[in-house]
């Protein structure tokens, strides 16, 4: 064991990880490209968009080269990888060391016009802590070890994947991962990459300057595998408008539904506006967000963009007051500055977001919040927060990255502040809100080394501040 770890120090690297990383948790590792580094790309180049992850057909060009099995003619590809990993994190929030070892298998091909790949894994845990909660925030399985007696934890289910088929007008896709709207780096407020993955199904076409995407999503309630609110329904419906103004100006529209116990099928389609129809249903039932977005890029340089979301208001005055909890609403602003030269690109980049009380929540607990297995889709800290975002980063010839960043956040501790507080359902325009009152200010400066090779990849980061962490991994594919 001394030794296995001392190996996975020299070589390395991060999976999981909490609030202030840049791709967070399961199957995120340096073989799948990081929101930053696609960020950073529509800086320099000249296609801006923010919707993530992209789906495209650009790496069809890019056959895998290091696949242990991989076949190909000029309609089809078959690769297959196997991935294997070791994982090593001690965190304060948790209280808990954590050893996972990790096996699994990445497929991906296309035959036609179906694209497809596969990232399935099994991880088995050893966790210090006498009653260990899960680190990546998924479903967590404890059972009795037949060999030394003691106590192992397998995680299941943890897989992304996506099936995308495309039509002349059309991509159609279905899978499991999280989404990220907007054009904002950790506080997206509509979707955002911090979320649990969910199973989905989306529609994307594009008319001219105008991008509209619909999505469905397959929630659950409860944060547990044995929770009996999972086997109720909680359905998600979304659209994502995205128009450009221009090579270097994009305007986006989000908005979501959710809806408990109940089925809308006709929230799919596009042209139906969601923060209309949701009127149309039973108020006790579903819940909204409405978001704009706004993105302007300098090539070469970077890009400022900002963010509003609107969860619900009485009136424009009540907004516009901002004292009673009528008034949910969230926003974030950011700039991000990039520089390239042949073999070295850096960026820094820093954002400041802020989310009101009761955002998220809904009239009844465990209904209609804007949220999965008890996290947000949305902003990663939830109603009632505050935070200020800024990292420095640096790639080497796309093989080594180092970064630093660093994280200030506040999290009320009012009624108000967890997704399950219930919204009353009379006298909105009279009970009144605090924002992040008394709330203390966590903080974290965090330094990251890591190293992507062909078959090896590897990093470590270690947070300083109000809740320490190191995490380590290591991992190898072929």
């Known amino acids: 064991m001394k030794l296995l770890l001392l190996i996975t120090l020299l070589f390395s690297s991060v999976l999981a990880q909490e609030i202030n990383l840049d791709r967070p948790y399961s199957l995120k590792t340096p073989q799948s490209q990081s929101l930053l580094q696609a960020l950073h790309q529509q800086s320099a180049g ?5 919707h993530f992850p992209r789906r495209n057909s650009l790496w069809r060009p890019n056959l895998p080269i290091n696949s242990m099995f991989s076949w190909h003619d000029d309609k089809s590809l078959l690769a297959i990888s196997p991935v294997q990993g070791y994982n090593f994190l001690g965190s304060e929030r948790l209280a808990d060391t954590v050893n996972a070892l990790e096996g699994g298998m990445v497929l991906r091909g296309y035959r036609d016009s179906v694209e497809f790949w596969l990232d399935a894994r099994i991880y088995n845990e050893d966790h210090r802590a006498s009653y260990p909660r899960s680190w990546d925030r998924e479903f967590l399985e404890i059972q009795d070890s037949a060999i030394n007696g003691a106590l192992s934890y397998t995680s299941y289910a943890r897989y992304r994947g996506n099936l995308s088929i495309h039509f002349d007008w059309a991509r159609l896709s279905m899978g499991r991962d999280a989404a990220h709207w907007g054009p904002a780096w950790k506080h997206a407020l509509v979707f955002n990459q911090n979320a649990i993955p969910f199973p989905q199904a989306s529609l994307e076409t594009q008319i001219g300057p105008l991008t509209v995407k619909t999505l469905y999503g397959d929630l659950n309630i409860g944060g547990h595998s044995m929770s009996n609110l999972n086997t109720r329904d909680r359905n998600l419906y979304a659209h994502r408008y995205e128009l450009k103004l221009g090579s270097n100006v994009l305007l986006g529209i989000s908005e979501a539904t959710i809806v408990d116990s109940i089925s809308a099928p006709i929230l799919f389609v596009p042209i139906v506006p969601l923060f209309m129809h949701k009127g149309q249903m039973s108020e006790d039932y579903n819940n909204g ?17 900002g963010e509003f979301m609107l969860d619900d208001m009485e009136s424009p005055i009540s907004l516009w007051e901002n004292s009673t909890i009528e008034a949910k609403w969230g926003g974030t602003v950011g700039l991000h500055l990039i520089h390239d030269w042949d073999y070295l690109q850096l960026g820094w980049i820093s954002e400041y977001a802020r989310v009101e009380p009761y955002v998220y929540t809904h009239f009844k607990p465990n209904t209609a919040q804007v949220a999965h297995q008890g996290q947000p889709l949305g ?65 974290a400066l965090s330094p990251r080394l890591a190293y992507i090779g062909t078959y090896l990849h590897g990093e470590a980061e270690i947070t300083f501040g109000t809740r320490r962490r190191f995490a380590t991994r290591i991992g190898l594919s072929w």
């Open 379 to 443: 902003a990663p800290l939830g109603p009632n927060s505050q935070a200020i975002e800024t990292m420095f980063y640096g790639y080497w010839k796309e093989k080594i990255q180092i970064s630093l960043s660093s994280s200030w956040h506040w999290k009320g501790t009012d009624y108000g502040s967890a997704l399950n507080d219930t919204t009353p359902v009379y006298d909105h325009h009279s009970t009144p809100k605090y924002f992040i009152k008394d709330a203390p200010m966590q903080w």
């Open 289 to 305: 967000l409405l978001g704009l977005d706004l993105a302007f890029r300098l090539p070469g340089w970077g890009r400022i963009y």
């Open 46 to 50: 000249d296609n801006l968009e923010s």
